[in-house]
């Protein structure tokens, strides 16, 4: 018998199976994707949010352990668990010795994300590259690795996991750990979960997802409904951004985002603005965008900008609607041309500029208009004109199982003895709302490592151990 | 012909006072680089990504530029979010190859050999050396001596007996020369487009230092992390670095060995054949044996390679510059073990005929790339050292 098996095959996953395997066990993984597609989500990521409290290669300054607690209060409006929000951050800051050791690179930041070159330590070649180096490190290894292997129930007993069926066979392991992801990618659920609206829309239809095709939320619904596993979070929250409305419906990965939002002006089908375009920082509020958008009419908005914002964003992968003039914009956009020009006069005669620079919060605001613009505000007012159609893209899902400081899934408030879950299955767990760039990986490496290490002490009859690994006593064993 | 094809269709467009339109490559390279550039997971990997971010939109020289920078080491090909099977399909390495392969023979001189070359580079190359060599064979039958003066022991080690000095050189220097001029001619030409679209600044110091380091190191081929590049799979290995490195510091120690004879011989009336412990057959004999190593090991990656890497089309040109290589290489250290030997006449005639086929072909197939790579990482370390034109990056 298989000592642990793994149900999943991304970031958490394999953390997950790689501790295990380090640690002596068996591991079977299950990746439910065909090999081209494996890694979940983890293969659209770019980064890991770290803390640390020196300079430390790849990442400048430091990233002290308050702050990014507060940054992580503040996004989550405190729909958080401290005990383990902390146990992630903490991790972050001594975890990545281990990815390299697993053949993971890290790179300075990007050019055009200065923002996060302080906080996020990014991956060379991004999500796919660590993902690709993770399946070639864990089969060195000797972790089994099943493609197209999806999930579709297991046997628990009194909180003991028995078995697993995939695709008709039962797969009997010691322990196990869930990390099989959120159900971003079921579109029926999020209709479901979002409902109708009160102008009779199903919003979720609209939805994109930025994501792999392949979270469908087999196993978490399994889990919820049919075994009552412990639950956190709402079904509606989730990481969300304001995308090019002619993103593919899956996996359109970062290239779909339009980052010229607080450039400009946003407005939606009936051509009114609804928010403070210049807010933040867009790397603190690209986040909220997504949903902004699903409360509009028709689930979509528009960006607008002149030609003083190009080049001072990231370039969008498919070019914008452009137009010599703004009611010629409006036109081409299909928005109604007279409200469209009474929201940019209004907009650009409340604009009060002062000294325009897009690195500060600075002093270009609006006067008397609501909702205001309260940074970066300049008029509309160069030719040509862009404009580009957005949509809700959705990234992942945070309704999941409730756990603690040892991975373990919970049954009426007890943890299992055997069974551990990681990644977006509970991610909710940490963030209920909201979301801070790179945090998703920071909680699938976390979480990932904790399961696997303690579904191999399970195996071998031991019990699991409370908080993050110690990476000094990783290296030590190593 | 598509070359006379290509030249009538932008001389039409210029005259009509139209741009240029683009190839089916170069339009891909464009199309890709728009995605890239919105994405940039890869800037660590080499030069191509970092060189995309100080541009917005991708004209007809930056494709040229960032196609001939482009080492098509694979790594971004197996890190990439939007690589086959997903809808968008991005293969940088085989987009920029593709260009490439143009670029070499667009801006071949005279043009119609490049297209020529090209088309079956390994075939040619081989029936070049058989041609050559059989040339160089019924020479020496009739220049006296008949079938008995390729079976001969009273050559006394000495080649030159077969082949006098003064043929060698009226045979050799005029290809050289003229292989000088085509090579130059086509980076001018190259150099001409890519300039003004790479900040127009001048090469200096500093940028020709780190130029020639990138080159000589090969240092897009090491990830960027030093652990390699992908050959069969996402697995960086070293092995192509090491391979391209054994291949091309062996023909520079062959080529050094030759010069040195030729100052020898004019300079000192040193005349060869030298042997050990000689300055130029040392050199010579090591630059053999590395090169024999090297283009094996070549020959190994390139039939093992990723089938997504690169333009399959471009494989006969790569195969046929490795195989010259090695034949080369081989015949000349064949022909010093059996000097004292009656195969030297029929070895000599092989290896001129190698010799020979390689330097005639140089500028229209693979040595190209080492020409043209060059003259992209000069204006790479160039434009790098200019103010980035887009306010992007402080923001």
């Known amino acids: ?478 | 012909m598509q070359a006379l094809e290509a030249l009538t269709r932008d001389a039409k467009a210029l005259a009509n006072g139209t741009p240029v339109p683009m190839s089916a490559a170069e339009t891909e390279v464009a199309r890709v680089m728009q995605i890239c550039n919105a994405c940039r997971y890869c800037e660590g990997f080499c030069a191509v990504f970092p060189a995309m971010t100080r541009r917005l939109e991708f004209a007809t020289a930056d494709v040229h530029y960032l196609a001939n920078l482009c080492h098509n080491c694979g790594a971004c090909l197996h890190a990439c979010q939007y690589a086959p099977p997903h809808e968008f399909a991005v293969n940088v390495p085989q987009a920029m190859a593709t260009v490439r392969g143009q670029t070499y023979s667009d801006y071949a001189w005279p043009p119609a050999l490049g297209s020529l070359y090209r088309r079956n580079g390994l075939t040619l190359s081989l029936a070049l050396v058989a041609a050559l060599t059989l040339f160089l064979v019924l020479g020496a039958v009739l220049q006296g001596g008949g079938l008995a003066a390729l079976w001969k022991t009273d050559l006394g080690n000495d080649f030159y007996n077969l082949f006098p000095h003064n043929l060698l050189v009226g045979l050799f220097a005029p290809v050289f020369l003229f292989v000088v001029l085509a090579l130059a001619m086509g980076v001018r030409a190259f150099w001409k487009d890519v300039k003004p679209a790479t900040s127009g600044a001048d090469v200096g110091g500093a940028a020709a230092g780190e130029a020639a380091h990138d080159v000589l190191r090969l240092k897009y081929l090491d990830g960027g992390h030093g652990d390699g590049c992908h050959n069969e799979d996402d697995a960086y290995t070293l092995k192509r670095r090491r391979a391209h490195h054994l291949t091309f510091y062996g023909f520079a120690l062959c080529f050094a060995a030759t010069s040195l004879g030729t100052i020898y011989h004019y300079a000192f009336g040193w005349v060869a054949p030298y042997d050990l412990p000689s300055v130029p057959k040392l050199l010579g004999a090591a630059g053999g044996v590395l090169m024999v190593l090297g283009t094996a090991g070549l020959w190994h990656l390139n039939r093992t390679r990723h089938p997504l890497h690169g333009d399959a089309a471009q494989k006969p040109m790569d195969l046929g510059f490795i195989a010259l290589l090695f034949l080369v290489a081989a015949s000349g250290l064949a022909l010093w073990l059996a000097r004292a030997t009656p195969a030297l006449a029929l070895l000599l005639c092989l290896h001129l005929g190698a010799v020979m086929a390689l330097f005639a072909t140089l500028p229209y197939g693979k040595f190209a790339h080492g020409v043209f790579r060059t003259a992209a990482l000069l204006r790479y370390n160039t434009e790098k050292r200019q103010p980035n034109p887009i306010g992007l990056g402080s923001d």
């Open chain 1, 1 to 478: 018998m298989i000592d642990v098996l793994v149900i999943g095959g991304g970031n958490a996953a394999l953390c997950a199976a790689l501790m295990a395997r380090e640690a002596g066990a068996s591991v079977l993984l299950l990746e439910s994707a065909p090999r081209a597609w494996r890694g979940g989500n983890s293969a659209h990521t770019r980064n890991l949010r770290c803390m640390h409290d020196a300079p430390q290669d790849v990442l400048v300054d430091a990233y002290p352990e308050e702050e990014y607690w507060q940054d992580l209060l503040k996004v989550t409006g405190g729909l958080t668990n401290e005990h383990l929000a902390r146990m992630v951050i903490r991790a972050s800051s001594t975890c990545r010795p281990w990815m390299r050791r697993h053949g993971v690179h890290f790179q300075p930041a990007l050019a055009g994300t200065l923002h996060v070159a302080r906080t996020n330590a990014f991956f060379m070649g991004g999500g796919k590259a660590l993902v690709n180096a993770y399946y070639r490190s864990a089969e060195a290894l000797g972790v089994q690795v099943r493609y197209e292997s999806p999930v579709d129930r297991l046997e628990i007993v009194d909180g003991g996991f028995r078995a697993a069926w995939c695709q008709g066979e039962r797969i009997e392991a010691r322990t196990c750990v869930l990390a099989a992801g959120g159900f971003e990618s079921n579109r029926e659920w999020l209709r479901e979960a979002w409902g109708q609206n009160e102008r009779g829309e199903w919003p979720a239809d609209n939805f994109l997802i930025r994501g792999t095709a392949y979270n469908q939320g087999v196993l978490l619904r399994h889990m919820l409904d049919e075994h009552g596993a412990d639950r956190i979070g709402d079904p509606t929250q989730a990481h969300m951004v304001a995308i090019d409305a002619r993103a593919p419906l899956y996996d359109g990965g970062i290239c779909t985002r339009i980052d010229c939002v607080s450039l400009g002006v946003v407005v939606n089908a009936n051509a009114e603005r609804f928010y403070d375009e210049g807010e933040d920082f867009w790397p603190k509020r690209y986040a909220i965008w997504g949903r902004l958008v699903a409360q509009q009419p028709g689930q979509t908005g528009y960006s607008i900008i002149d030609s003083k914002a190009i080049g001072r964003f990231m370039p969008p992968v498919f070019p914008g609607a452009r137009a010599d003039s703004l009611p010629e914009l409006a036109a081409r956009l299909g928005l109604d041309v007279d409200t469209f020009m009474r929201t940019l006069n209004a907009y650009n005669g409340a604009c009060r500029v002062g000294r325009f620079d897009h690195t500060v919060l600075d002093d270009c605001a609006t006067s008397g208009l609501f909702p205001a613009k309260t940074h970066w505000a300049r008029p509309i007012d160069t030719a040509p004109f862009y404009g580009y159609a957005l949509r809700p893209g959705v990234t992942f899902t945070y309704l999941g199982l409730q756990t603690d400081d040892t991975a373990a899934v919970r049954f009426g408030d007890r943890p299992s003895a055997n069974l551990f879950v990681a990644g977006e299955m509970m991610a909710g767990n940490v963030l209920g709302k909201g979301y801070t760039a790179g945090v998703g990986m920071s909680i699938g490496t976390a979480f990932g490592r904790i399961a696997g290490r303690n579904a191999a002490l399970a195996a071998r009859g031991q019990s699991a151990g409370h908080g993050a690994v110690k990476d000094e006593e990783a290296h030590a064993s190593a």
